[in-house]
């Protein structure tokens, strides 16, 4: 039996986490900005499930969060940062406020609850960070590039991590979902700008016009994926990578296609740089 410290999870991933992890008998601590709406999810979980408002946001309610887990539970087994938000909209219709609204919630976020979480991690000498990514955190499409680039720095910072807390027996995973019959397409979670530049109507504007046909019919099944999140904690050698879903992969194995393909094109300019 673990003890799991899940961020956003009030709902989507982060409920479905929550249910798949007090399902297989592990304690948590689910936390949301408005906690009341977790707990009315698990009438019968007792004891097992600990509910605490956490805004990531704000450094004192994810201290305060953390303290409590600790007090009701003794230490945290599983990390899971997994509260975010979506931008749709073309970098170029990104204004500054509406940037920083995505980085203060998907970079600054988790960043100030893994500080947190760390120091109880690294005196127990175990445990396992699981941060949530997505497909554009490393194949990124027209319309996601403000959001995609949160998830670049959270991949880059969570690959970073995992080199750090491997010799002290801690793991670390990043999870990369594609398009999963979440709520992250609603208004509520994706915001899409208010000024649209025509020019970017076939791209960007394509991408809005699918992404709202898509909504509620998204291939990905997020009780699967909590599933499978759950178990890839109790495996002894979990991957740093975890992409899930069909187009997931499919994204995938096009990037790096590509990427090889240019890389042995320009191989040759590459190694004429070096000092002879």
């Not at 399902?23 to 004891?47: K, L, Y």
């Not at 949160?150 to 999870?175: D, Q, R, S, W």
């Not at 998204?218 to 109790?234: L, N, S, T």
């Amino acid at each position: 039996m673990s003890v799991w410290f899940i961020t956003g999870s009030s709902r989507g991933f982060g409920l479905e986490i929550t249910r798949a992890a007090l399902a297989a008998g592990h304690q948590v601590a689910a936390t949301a900005r408005n906690a009341e709406t977790v707990r009315e999810q698990f009438p019968d979980a007792g004891d097992a499930l600990l509910t605490a408002p956490l805004d990531v946001t704000n450094p004192q309610s994810i201290e305060a969060a953390v303290d409590a887990a600790v007090e009701r539970f003794g230490r945290i087994d599983v990390l899971v940062n997994n509260a975010g938000t979506g931008l749709l909209a073309a970098v170029e219709e990104s204004d500054d406020a509406a940037v920083r609204a995505v980085y203060e919630t998907n970079v600054f976020g988790p960043l100030a609850v893994q500080r947190a979480v760390l120091p109880v991690l690294r005196h127990q000498r175990s445990g396992h960070v699981i941060n949530i990514s997505s497909i554009v955190g490393f194949a990124t499409a027209p319309g996601w590039g403000i959001y995609a680039s949160t998830k670049f720095a959270v991949e880059g910072f969570t690959e970073t991590l995992h080199t750090e807390l491997a010799p002290l027996g801690i793991h670390v995973t990043l999870v990369e979902p594609g398009f999963f019959r979440t709520d992250f397409l609603d208004p509520a979670s994706l915001h899409t700008g208010p000024d649209a530049i025509d020019d970017y109507a076939p791209t960007v504007g394509a991408m809005r016009a699918a992404a709202a046909s898509l909504n509620h019919a998204q291939p990905g099944d997020p009780v699967k994926a909590a599933h499978a999140i759950v178990e890839i904690a109790a495996t002894p050698e979990p991957p740093l990578r975890l992409p899930l879903g069909a187009d997931t992969l499919q994204a995938f194995d096009a990037k790096l296609d590509t990427f090889r393909k240019e890389m042995d094109a320009w191989r040759h300019v590459a190694l004429s740089t070096d000092h002879e």
